[in-house]
Antibody, heavy 127, light 108 residues
Framework: QITLKESGPTLVKPTQTLTLTCTFS??????????VGWIRQPPGKALEWLAL???????RYSPSLKSRLTITKDTSKNQVVLTMTNMDPVDTATYYC???????????????????WGQGTLVTVSS | SYELTQPPSVSVSPGQTARITCSGD??????AYWYQQKPGQAPVLVIY???ERPSGIPERFSGSSSGTTVTLTISGVQAEDEADYYC???????????FGGGTKLTVL
């Protein structure tokens, strides 16, 4: 079965760079159409879409955060890494990684929804 | 950047039908997806590609689309359906994703 788990620091200081790792099992990021995305949720607030990387290394970013985000994959390790620079207290949130399935029914194998999610990791930004 | 708009809250009595809407200019071009999130838990996909239901999701959950609005319908609402619901879609060119602001469903 598909599982994902986020790991990284629970506390970062303002201006620091956050690096989060998503380690997954039950699928391969070399399979056509498959992707892994990152979503965050500040305490008591809504979900926010951050970034998504596909099997072919196609990368998508939220336009409002694009300058601060980098998403990469290591297919051999079954990991996806998200880095976010210049962290601020408003970036305090639970960060989730999630699986995007392959869906070739529409001609293209790209899909952009999340059918399996990690448990999330709370990152607090404070000095 | 692109936004999806949801009502902040919807309330229904058990057994009634709940309808949660999501509006966005690109919805005629892009699929919508719906997630259920209960307190302290990760979101769960309940509808994909506007109206498809993943395996394991009860039949009382359905989705529909009309123009710039998509709707999640929960028929015969049960107490366990009380949760936050989020729609998700993409901008008109499919370059990035976006979530709606979420709707809190209260079962009276």
């Amino acid at each position: 079965q598909i599982t994902l788990k986020e790991s990284g620091p629970t506390l970062v200081k303002p201006t620091q760079t956050l690096t989060l790792t998503c380690t997954f099992s039950g699928f391969s990021l070399s399979t056509s159409g498959v992707g892994v995305g990152w979503i965050r949720q500040p305490p008591g607030k809504a979900l926010e879409w951050l970034a998504l990387i596909y099997w072919d290394d196609d990368k998508r970013y939220s336009p409002s955060l694009k300058s601060r985000l980098t998403i990469t994959k290591d297919t051999s390790k079954n990991q996806v890494v998200l880095t976010m620079t210049n962290m601020d207290p408003v970036d305090t949130a639970t960060y989730y990684c999630a699986h995007t399935p392959s869906d070739c029914s529409g001609g293209s194998c790209y899909s952009d929804y999340f059918d399996y999610w990690g448990q999330g990791t709370l990152v607090t930004v404070s000095s | 950047s692109y936004e999806l708009t949801q009502p902040p809250s919807v309330s229904v009595s058990p057994g009634q039908t709940a309808r949660i809407t999501c509006s966005g200019d690109a919805l005629p071009k892009q699929y919508a997806y719906w997630y259920q999130q209960k307190p302290g838990q990760a979101p769960v996909l309940v509808i994909y590609k506007d109206s498809e239901r993943p395996s394991g999701i009860p039949e009382r959950f359905s989705g529909s689309s009309s123009g710039t609005t998509v709707t999640l319908t929960i028929s015969g609402v049960q107490a366990e359906d009380e949760a936050d619901y989020y729609c998700q879609s993409a901008d008109s060119s499919g370059t990035y994703g976006v979530f709606g602001g979420g709707t809190k469903l209260t079962v009276l």
